[in-house]
């Protein structure tokens, strides 16, 4: 039994995991909103759209680059969205 217990006990740790593994900030969304769609395209996370701080649908789109840790700007979209899904496939936004 007690075997038992110890392999269940080092099963559930988690493996791989570096000791120092700890969050870090990183540049911040350059227009605050929430409720945004996100999705990875290529090596970029495009956020897009969201509800403003004056709870309004923004039409904005940001794509953000983990390796230069920056924001670039996108063409808004037609119309403001929130609450909505996107897809990234290849170089391609859906």
């Known amino acids: 039994?007690?075997?038992?217990?110890v392999l269940l006990a080092l099963a559930l740790v988690p493996l791989g995991?570096?000791?120092s593994t700890a969050w870090e900030t990183r540049a911040p969304l350059p227009l605050p909103r929430t409720e945004v769609?996100?999705?990875t395209v290529g090596d970029e996370i495009v956020v897009l759209g969201g509800l403003t701080l004056e709870r309004g649908a923004s039409r904005r789109a940001d794509a953000y680059?983990?390796?230069r840790?920056?924001?670039?700007?996108?063409p808004d979209l037609p119309v403001?969205?929130?609450h909505s899904m996107a897809?990234?496939?290849?170089?391609r936004l859906y």
Do not use: D, K, Q, Y
């Open 69 to 74: 840790n920056s924001w670039r700007r996108l």
């Open 17 to 19: 995991v570096a000791a």
């Open 80 to 82: 403001g969205v929130h």
């Open 37 to 39: 769609v996100a999705a």
């Open 87 to 91: 897809v990234g496939v290849g170089t």
């Open 65 to 67: 680059s983990p390796a």
């Open 1 to 5: 039994m007690r075997v038992a217990c």
